[in-house]
């Protein structure tokens, strides 16, 4: 099951409703709480609406891939974490803690139709940087680790449809990140393109 391959996943109209309501109070309650959106606002110079569009991006491929899992290849479904962390730090372990369940953990990462547009390619990123002590950095830089990532593209973070386009050990793709194209991002984030695992 490991490896490069497309898990298409298409919710009908009212499972999709029930899980973008979900994410949406998700993200709502993030906000009022002052958590990850704030984050994104005051260390990504980026607009909220765009920072909270993000955030619901992660947790919908999170949805899919759980769902993809399951119906590919019967692992047992599990509910993506909408629980709303205490203060500012964003935690930065597995997003699909499987390991508990007889399986691997799962980190997932995704991407849109923009950035397919702005890269020319599928493109992920992972939090490299911590360097400032707001920025965080992913579990998997910190040591070795036989996790697994699942790399996901949706349309766009409101649509019925999303597709895992692979499932690979970290170890298996840690040397392979490079540099972002946006300047302002290098030294922070480091990213995987699709191109660079066929």
Request: hydrophobic content about 35%; charged content about 25%; some cysteine.
């Amino acid at each position: 099951m490991i490896g490069i391959k497309d898990l298409v996943i298409k919710l009908t109209t009212k499972e999709n409703n029930l899980i973008n309501k979900k994410i949406q109070q998700f993200v709502d309650n993030m906000s009022s709480q002052k958590q990850s959106v704030s984050y994104y606002v005051s260390h990504r110079n980026t607009k909220s609406e765009k920072a909270m569009a993000d955030i619901f991006l992660g947790k919908k491929a999170e949805y899919i891939t759980s769902l993809a899992l399951e119906k590919y290849y019967n692992i047992k479904y599990l509910e993506p974490d909408l629980e709303i962390r205490k203060g500012k730090k964003k935690g930065w372990g597995a997003d699909l803690p499987l390991a508990e369940h007889g399986f691997q953990d799962v980190h997932v990462k995704s991407c849109n139709a923009k950035t397919l547009a702005f890269c020319k390619d599928y493109s992920w990123t992972f939090q490299y940087s911590n360097n400032n002590g707001m920025n965080g950095q992913d579990k998997l830089f910190k040591g070795k680790d036989n996790d697994l990532i699942a790399l996901v593209y949706l349309d766009n973070h409101l649509g019925n449809e999303g597709c895992v386009k692979a499932i690979i050990p970290w170890d298996d793709i840690s040397n392979k990140l490079k540099n972002p194209i946006k300047p302002t991002l290098i030294g922070l984030k480091k990213c995987l393109y699709y191109k660079d695992l066929c």
